[in-house]
């Protein structure tokens, strides 16, 4: 099975939320130093609008981020 990472980077609960701009420096961090390793972002319908440019902000990086909207 091939490994990879799922990072649920908002909540429904924007006070809990630890901020995109910290976990994209958390993935790049992960994805230099695995970069075999694909990174799935999760998220709801409703957080399509805010996860979408950090999925591209990613993918700009060469880090094989893909968008799972669940």
């Known amino acids: 099975a091939k490994n990879y990472l799922a990072v649920q ?3 429904s609960d924007e006070k809990k939320n630890w901020g995109l701009e910290r ?8 994805a230099s130093a695995n970069p075999q390793t694909p990174v799935i972002l999760l998220g709801a319908d409703f957080e399509r609008l805010r996860l979408e440019p950090l999925a591209a902000r990613l993918t700009e990086a060469c880090v094989d981020a893909k968008l799972a909207i669940c």
């Open 9 to 11: 980077a908002l909540t």
């Open 23 to 30: 976990f994209e420096a958390a993935i790049r961090l992960f």
